[in-house]
């Protein structure tokens, strides 16, 4: 097992950005010119203060998680005591909070069982309720508000489930809460029925929450090496301290996604893993950028209605699916792609038919060296058609590799707020859905909401419903 207090061994892990396949002088006028970067420079060094001076001021948490060790400590002793008591653990919680675990545990392996409940379909949670041994099953609810309405009517329905199976002595052995430490509906629960808990971190929203209790505890019962990941993640943030564009990972790739936008009108963001282990970090991105970048006004005020659309892919399946558009539809897309140079295993592709030209090529192959060319070959089909492409190689794909995934792009999608002048931190445009729904479920005070939805039914033209 790796020793990353080591420099030589977590420069050997390191993650590397290739933006060859986004600039000008390999795709022409789709790419973004050495010049326009340059132009850009001294607005990113003045963001790039400005944020330093923000976490200073502990004003962005999230970028210090990675030395938090006395939550670190709390959060594997607790994962421990459910580790020995569970062969389940099913995290309950939506957006944010679940999208970083989802990844975890489909990237890593894991020695028990976690699965994540992130929807109230009640054919899907039925079926997974029915599935449950819950004399060996822990929960784990996440919400740092404590109203998130999903993950509050699932806390209610397992807990009276196992209050009625496990008895009111038994039941709060089965549950963890992950909420904030001070205020809200989970803290208050917590304090009057005695669950065990973990503290959702001030100042940490969901989606850069992945580094803090409310991923390290589910990946932490999965027995994944949560020291690692963190050790990820503080290399990446090491390698991005200097202010100057060409020397900071994440600030130049997101400098670069924003010129791609507001310079050449590529308002379309794909991140496509060639790794199937990844296809969940890509939903994870999907809702890091867009509920990051996607805002109505800037900071002071002013109209701005910015923002990438994000949309995850993976490779190579999806090269049957999305690149006929990717690579002759409309340029405005940029391609992100991920790829793994050792996949850790391989499977030899066997010698045979070698009298048939479109067979007989593959033997003596393997399968991972296969995806690795598919990936290359598409990268420079990309390029040829003028494409912008963005590759990130990762060593392996292990616990080190994918903190430093969540970082770069954690830090990338802060960085490139600043350059649209937006909030990274909020998501206004979420509130008013939430608040609908409060006045159509009866929640006192948002009678005027339910008044609204029930006038917007009643108008709807019955000509137009087919």
Request: charged share 20%.
């Amino acid at each position: 097992m790796p020793d990353y207090r080591r420099r030589a061994a977590r420069e050997a892990m390191s993650v590397r950005l290739d933006v060859n396949g986004m600039m000008a002088e390999a795709i022409g006028q789709a790419g973004v010119a050495v010049d326009e970067v340059e132009t850009l420079a001294a607005r990113s060094t003045e963001a790039a203060h400005a944020l330093q001076a923000k976490r200073a001021a502990g004003e962005l948490p999230f970028y210090d998680l990675p030395y938090q060790k006395d939550a670190l400590a709390a959060t594997k002793a607790l994962a421990a005591e459910v580790r020995a008591e569970c062969d389940t653990l099913v995290v309950l919680g939506i957006g944010g909070s679940t999208l970083g675990i989802k990844t975890l545990i489909g990237a890593l392996e894991t020695t028990r069982r976690i699965v994540v409940a992130d929807n109230i379909d009640p054919w899907t949670f039925g079926a997974l309720l029915d599935s449950l041994d819950l004399n060996r099953t822990a929960f784990n609810v996440i919400s740092k508000s404590g109203d998130t309405a999903e993950t509050m009517a699932q806390f209610l329905i397992v807990r009276d489930l196992l209050l009625r199976q496990l008895g009111a002595v038994e039941y709060t052995k089965h549950m963890v809460i992950t909420t904030d430490a001070d205020a809200g509906a989970l803290r208050q629960i917590v304090h009057d029925e005695g669950f065990r808990a973990l503290d959702v971190p001030a100042g940490v929203g969901g989606r850069f929450s992945v580094l803090s209790a409310v991923g390290l505890f589910p990946a932490a019962v999965g027995g994944i090496r949560v020291d690692d990941l963190l050790a990820g993640a503080a290399w990446m943030d090491s390698r991005c301290q200097d202010v100057k564009l060409w020397q900071h990972p994440a600030h130049l790739l997101a400098a670069l996604l924003h010129l791609a936008a507001t310079h050449h009108q590529q308002n379309i963001v794909v991140l496509m893993p060639y790794v199937d282990r990844l296809h969940g970090l890509a939903a994870w991105f999907a809702q890091l950028w867009a509920e990051t970048l996607g805002k109505a006004e800037t900071i002071d005020g002013a109209p701005a209605h910015v923002g990438q659309t994000p949309l995850a892919a993976v490779g190579a399946t999806d090269q049957h699916a999305l690149l006929q558009l990717l690579v002759e539809g409309p340029v405005d897309k940029v391609v992100i792609m991920l790829r793994a140079e050792d996949h850790g295993r391989e499977i030899p592709i066997p010698a045979a038919y070698a009298d048939l030209d479109s067979l007989g090529y593959l033997g003596g192959s393997g399968l991972g060296q296969l995806l690795n060319r598919e990936q290359r070959a598409t990268e420079l089909a990309l390029v040829r058609q003028q494409r912008p492409v963005v590759t990130i190689s990762l060593p392996q794909l292990n616990p080190f590799t994918l903190g430093q995934l969540f970082y770069l792009f954690e830090a990338a999608a802060v960085f490139a707020a600043a350059l649209y002048r937006v909030n990274p931190l909020d998501q206004p445009g979420v509130q008013a859905s939430k608040q609908l729904t409060f006045g159509q479920m009866g929640r006192s005070g948002f009678e005027d909401e339910r008044a609204t939805v029930e006038a917007w039914v009643a108008h709807k033209r019955s000509e137009y419903i087919l």
